[in-house]
């Protein structure tokens, strides 16, 4: 059986993601042999701070689709508002060191994820440095070296914040969606590559189109392409919390069909030479707001040729 690679990141928002989440997930990783991708939150859980949107009818949907009450639990959906949020790299740095010990990746996801999501692209020059800044203190203070990796929360991301990450030093970034690892180009330079993510999130997906928990992991491996690229995100709210079992029922499923999820990096070392692309800022299905975009992947497949095939007249 030929094997395909899967690129297999977890983004952690939340205090009760870190606490909870990611410990099951080092578990349920451990049982299938796997490593994978944890990009961490630092800072102030203010995920609570959302509530607010439901204001916009594309978030209250996506809310309703996911139930997410039952999904994230209450203390996550008011984290950060009739309460100051509490800071997760301060409490539960050792989490961190859980997921390096075993052998996974870590890196930089925000300081502040609801911060970020709401102001990052409206942020002023100064103000954009010093987020990322907080956040790459509060990840060396916990594991005793700087992040060499990030990805923005919610793919919120521009030129101006690739231009303004490249200061930092990451060896690559996942901040956007995509179809293949590529070399940003901002005015004329190149920066760091990007590993973009292909595939739908569970709260994408879920309540539309007939997806729900039963035939979710089937309509999800439906989308692997057998040989080409495809990188997945799983949340620790959501594959370490209410969609453990589930996430690990996926995973035998990947084992099965000869999948194997892997960390970016693998996915980055195997590519020889990322071609140059763009940055662009579109809308994704069953998401509220614009998100970075490898601009190619929203250029429209082209039609192909049957010129050389067609039967004369």
């Given at each position: 059986?030929?094997?395909?690679?899967?690129?297999?990141?977890?983004?952690?928002?939340?205090?009760?993601?870190t606490?909870?989440?990611?410990?099951?997930l080092?578990?349920?990783?451990?049982?299938?042999?796997?490593?994978?991708?944890?990009?961490?939150?630092?800072?102030?859980?203010?995920?609570?701070?959302?509530?607010?949107?439901?204001?916009?009818p594309?978030?209250?949907m996506?809310?309703?689709?996911?139930?997410?009450?039952?999904?994230?639990?209450?203390?996550?959906?008011?984290?950060?508002?009739?309460?100051?949020?509490?800071?997760?790299?301060?409490?539960?740095?050792?989490?961190?060191?859980?997921?390096?010990?075993?052998?996974?990746?870590?890196?930089?996801?925000?300081?502040?994820?609801?911060?970020?999501?709401?102001?990052?692209?409206?942020?002023?020059?100064?103000?954009?440095?010093?987020?990322?800044?907080?956040?790459?203190?509060?990840?060396?203070?916990?594991?005793?070296?700087?992040?060499?990796?990030?990805?923005?929360?919610?793919?919120?991301?521009?030129?101006?914040?690739?231009?303004?990450?490249?200061?930092?030093?990451?060896?690559?970034?996942?901040?956007?969606?995509?179809?293949?690892?590529?070399?940003?180009?901002?005015?004329?330079?190149?920066?760091?590559?990007?590993?973009?993510?292909?595939?739908?999130?569970?709260?994408?997906?879920?309540?539309?189109?007939?997806?729900?928990?039963?035939?979710?992991?089937?309509?999800?491996?439906?989308?692997?392409?057998?040989?080409?690229?495809?990188?997945?995100?799983?949340?620790?709210?959501?594959?370490?919390g209410?969609?453990?079992?589930?996430f690990?029922?996926?995973?035998?499923?990947?084992?099965?069909?000869?999948?194997?999820?892997?960390?970016?990096?693998?996915?980055?070392?195997?590519?020889?030479?990322?071609?140059?692309?763009?940055?662009?800022?579109?809308?994704?299905?069953?998401?509220?707001?614009?998100?970075?975009?490898q601009?190619?992947?929203?250029?429209?497949?082209?039609?192909?040729?049957?010129?050389?095939?067609?039967?004369?007249?």
């Amino acid at each position: 059986m030929s094997v395909s690679a899967l690129g297999l990141r977890v983004d952690v928002d939340t205090f009760r993601g870190t606490r909870e989440g990611v410990p099951r997930l080092l578990e349920t990783f451990a049982k299938h042999g796997l490593r994978a991708t944890f990009f961490f939150t630092l800072g102030p859980d203010n995920m609570g701070r959302h509530l607010f949107r439901l204001l916009k009818p594309r978030f209250f949907m996506k809310m309703l689709r996911s139930r997410a009450a039952s999904l994230y639990g209450w203390d996550v959906l008011f984290a950060g508002t009739f309460w100051p949020g509490r800071k997760i790299g301060a409490a539960l740095g050792g989490t961190l060191r859980l997921a390096d010990e075993a052998g996974h990746e870590v890196g930089l996801h925000a300081w502040d994820h609801h911060r970020w999501q709401v102001s990052a692209l409206k942020m002023e020059p100064r103000a954009l440095h010093d987020e990322i800044a907080r956040g790459v203190g509060a990840f060396t203070d916990a594991l005793g070296r700087r992040p060499d990796c990030s990805a923005a929360a919610g793919w919120v991301s521009n030129e101006r914040v690739l231009e303004t990450k490249e200061r930092f030093g990451f060896r690559y970034n996942s901040d956007c969606r995509g179809r293949s690892i590529f070399v940003p180009v901002v005015n004329g330079r190149r920066l760091a590559p990007q590993i973009p993510v292909t595939l739908p999130t569970y709260d994408e997906a879920v309540g539309r189109d007939g997806v729900t928990n039963d035939n979710y992991n089937d309509w999800l491996l439906a989308r692997i392409e057998p040989g080409e690229f495809n990188v997945l995100t799983v949340h620790a709210e959501v594959e370490g919390g209410a969609c453990a079992q589930m996430f690990d029922a996926f995973l035998g499923a990947c084992a099965a069909r000869g999948i194997r999820p892997v960390p970016l990096r693998e996915l980055l070392a195997a590519e020889a030479l990322p071609a140059p692309d763009h940055l662009a800022l579109a809308p994704i299905e069953g998401r509220e707001g614009n998100v970075g975009w490898q601009r190619s992947a929203l250029a429209p497949a082209p039609r192909p040729d049957r010129s050389a095939t067609a039967t004369p007249a």
